[in-house]
């Protein structure tokens, strides 16, 4: 019986033998048949979406300053066109206020000028004597300030900048020698009398006098201005200009694309 059985436990080695690596052979066909169908149903492929840039120039609202002296246009475009400080009632302001510079000739007394006096023949033919001196323009020492220090003063929040810029401007026109004391009063009343931060560019002065560390660089930059900037005569006597409101018209903006020379 046991020599029996031992030729049947081999006849059912043998049959396992066969079925086993036969079924294994089967899997793996499914399995490379189902891996090539899940290759050849993949989706197609979506265009890309094409989107067309804007490349138009932005266009701001700006003042022409064509019809203005070449420093006040350099005053525009620091202070302005450069920061693109056009929030009102800022822009504005300011611009009316480099009108004044414009049309009026206000100037500073040359420290180092001496008093030549010459003899003249005036309207009637008759010898007169005049006296002359050196003075430096108000706006040509504004314009050399501004373009000098203006990376400081945009260093600071942009409301103290704005406000520091308009003190500078001050600082300079005070110590101008045809301008009174009446003269300027008038002056920042027409021009800050609705103005927000009308005190604090008054703060900002007082700062100024007071030597305050955080500004002293105004005060270096106008004493290297005022040794730098060109010279002219003046006449004693010549007519003054005096500031009056009456004379100031405030164009109309127009959109502008910002001039190639601002970048």
């Known amino acids: 019986m046991e020599i029996l059985s031992f030729p049947i436990l ?20 499914q399995i490379e048949n189902a891996t090539q ?20 120039l932005i266009r701001h609202q700006l003042y022409s300053t ?9 005053l525009y475009t620091n202070i302005i066109l450069r920061n693109l400080w056009i929030n009102e009632p800022f822009h504005s302001t300011i611009f009316n206020l480099l009108l004044i510079l414009d049309k009026d000739e ?4 040359d420290q180092f000028s001496r008093v030549i006096t010459s003899n003249l ?14 003075v430096l323009s108000v706006l040509e020492i504004i314009a050399y300030c501004i373009s000098d220090c203006i990376g400081l003063i945009t ?24 301008m009174t004391e009446s003269d300027l009063l008038q002056m920042k009343k027409y021009l800050f009398e609705n103005y927000p931060d009308a005190n604090h560019i008054e703060y900002i002065l007082s700062l100024f006098k007071q030597h305050d560390d955080r500004l002293n660089f105004i005060a270096s930059v106008y004493d290297f201005a005022i040794k730098h900037v060109d010279r002219h005569a003046y006449v004693v006597g010549s007519a003054k ?19 190639n020379s601002v970048f």
Do not use: G
């Not at 081999?10 to 066909?29: D, E, G, M, V, Y």
């Open 121 to 134: 023949r005036n309207a009637s033919n008759e010898m007169v004597k005049v006296e002359s001196y050196s």
């Open 241 to 259: 200009p005096k500031f009056c409101s009456n004379t100031i018209n405030l164009p109309q903006k127009m959109f502008q694309t910002l001039p």
């Open 10 to 29: 081999l006849l059912l080695i043998w049959l396992a033998w066969l079925f086993f690596p036969a079924q294994s052979r089967n899997n793996k066909t």
């Open 155 to 178: 260093k600071f929040r942009k409301n103290d900048a704005q406000n520091i810029t308009f003190a500078l401007v001050f600082f300079i026109l005070q110590k101008s020698e045809n």
């Open 37 to 56: 169908e899940i290759e050849e149903e993949a989706p197609p492929s979506v265009p890309p979406v094409l989107y067309q840039l804007n490349t138009h």
């Open 106 to 109: 206000f100037f500073i007394r």
């Open 66 to 74: 064509k019809h203005l002296r070449k420093d006040t246009q350099l």
